[in-house]
Nanobody
Framework: QVQLVESGGGLVQPGGSLRLSCTASGSIFSRSAMGWYRQAPGRERELVAI???????KYADSVKGRFAISRNNDNNTMYLQMNSLKPEDTAVYYC????????????????WGQGTQVTVSS
């Protein structure tokens, strides 16, 4: 059984930064593709960033150049560094581990974090 625990959300002013963390239990982590998603009120969940585990990271156009996904296999933790935050980045952010990455597309696994709220507002 894999469990994912997220942390790091909060309230930040426009232009500020946050770093989200997602720590996994179980043995799924080190060779797995993984991703960060977000869901704003009234909108569908969207994929923000992918760590493919074997190629360059992929990003949604809306966050490219501002967000960075990374992982630490020693402590089974993935991160999302978010810089130059904008009000439109406000959403609940979810991590997903163990999905399938192929040809530029990530299909999520059933392993989701609990979600962490990010609010960008002055």
């Amino acid at each position: 059984q894999v469990q994912l625990v997220e942390s790091g959300g909060g309230l930040v002013q426009p232009g500020g930064s946050l770093r989200l963390s997602c720590t996994a239990s179980g043995s799924i982590f080190s060779r797995s593709a993984m991703g960060w998603y977000r869901q704003a009120p009234g909108r569908e969940r969207e994929l923000v960033a992918i760590d493919t585990a074997r190629a360059n990271a992929k990003y949604a156009d809306s966050v490219k150049g501002r967000f960075a996904i990374s992982r630490n296999n020693d402590n089974n933790t993935m991160y999302l560094q978010m810089n130059s935050l904008k009000p439109e980045d406000t959403a609940v952010y979810y991590c997903n581990v163990g999905g399938t990455y192929y040809d530029g597309f990530y299909s999520p696994s059933t392993y989701w974090g609990q979600g962490t709220q990010v609010t960008v507002s002055s």
